[in-house]
């Protein structure tokens, strides 16, 4: 499968705890991008990077919120210490280009809730 | 914050029926795209329409924009069950997609 992979699917934590989650995009694309979505709205941006370098940062992600993505390739976005109102899905993105509003191709997202 | 928001927020129609949703959106845009989600899943792409079309088709889609009002509607021709998801338009403002609020269409058997 040559698509957006994302793990875990599903996470669930206790409030407090910290957790990451991967994303693999496809292997060709030079951008990977960050949304969060909780029931019934639209994905939100959070961040994306363009090969290794972090562009831009939505205000919604916090200071509790980091994202990596080492060499270009894979990212990880960890959440320190969370709190209930994190509880949302997760969906990474990649594309290939520098144009303005590329297509995406989405991941299946990872499903967080926060006890 | 959305950029752009969908009408209706829900819509069921019978199956073979055509279904049509709008998008409207606030700022000047360089493109505007159409993604689908089934329930639980990632978003997939439909179609892209360039600010400088009017309409666009692929299949079963069609898609218009006026960027004199700042709109732009999805219609899908002879539904079917397979139809049933969630539809958001997404506009890029600046450097990255902003979504709407999406439409959440059912089609019944």
């Known amino acids: 499968d040559t698509g957006v992979s994302q793990n875990p699917r599903h996470k669930i934590t206790k409030r407090g705890q910290n957790v990451t989650f991967r994303c693999d995009p496809i292997?060709?694309?030079?951008?990977l991008y960050w949304y969060r979505q909780t029931l019934g709205q639209g994905p939100e941006f959070l961040t994306y990077?363009?090969?290794?370098?972090?562009?831009?940062k939505s205000r919604l992600l916090s200071d509790r919120f980091s994202a990596e993505r080492p060499k270009g390739s894979f990212s990880t976005l960890e959440i320190q210490r969370t709190e209930q109102g994190d509880s949302a899905m997760y969906l990474c993105?990649?594309?290939?280009?520098?144009?303005?509003?590329?297509?995406?191709?989405f991941g299946s997202g990872t499903q967080l809730s926060v006890l | 914050s959305q950029q752009g928001e969908e009408d209706p927020q829900a819509l069921s129609i019978q199956e073979g029926e055509n279904a049509t949703m709008n998008c409207s959106y606030k700022t000047s845009i360089n493109n505007l795209q159409w993604y689908r989600q089934n329930s639980g899943r990632g978003l997939v792409h439909l179609i892209l329409i360039r600010s400088n079309e009017r309409e666009k088709h692929s299949g079963r889609l069609r898609v218009t924009l006026d960027t004199s009002k700042k709109s732009s509607s999805l219609l899908i021709t002879a539904s079917r069950a397979a139809d049933t998801a969630s539809y958001f338009c997404?506009?890029?403002?600046?450097?990255?997609?902003?979504f709407g609020t999406g439409t959440r269409l059912t089609i019944i058997p």
């Open positions: 997404a506009t890029v403002p600046n450097e990255k997609l902003t």
């Open positions: 292997s060709e694309h030079n951008r």
């Open positions: 993105a990649s594309s290939f280009g520098g144009d303005r509003g590329p297509k995406l191709f």
């Open positions: 990077f363009q090969n290794e370098a972090q562009l831009e």
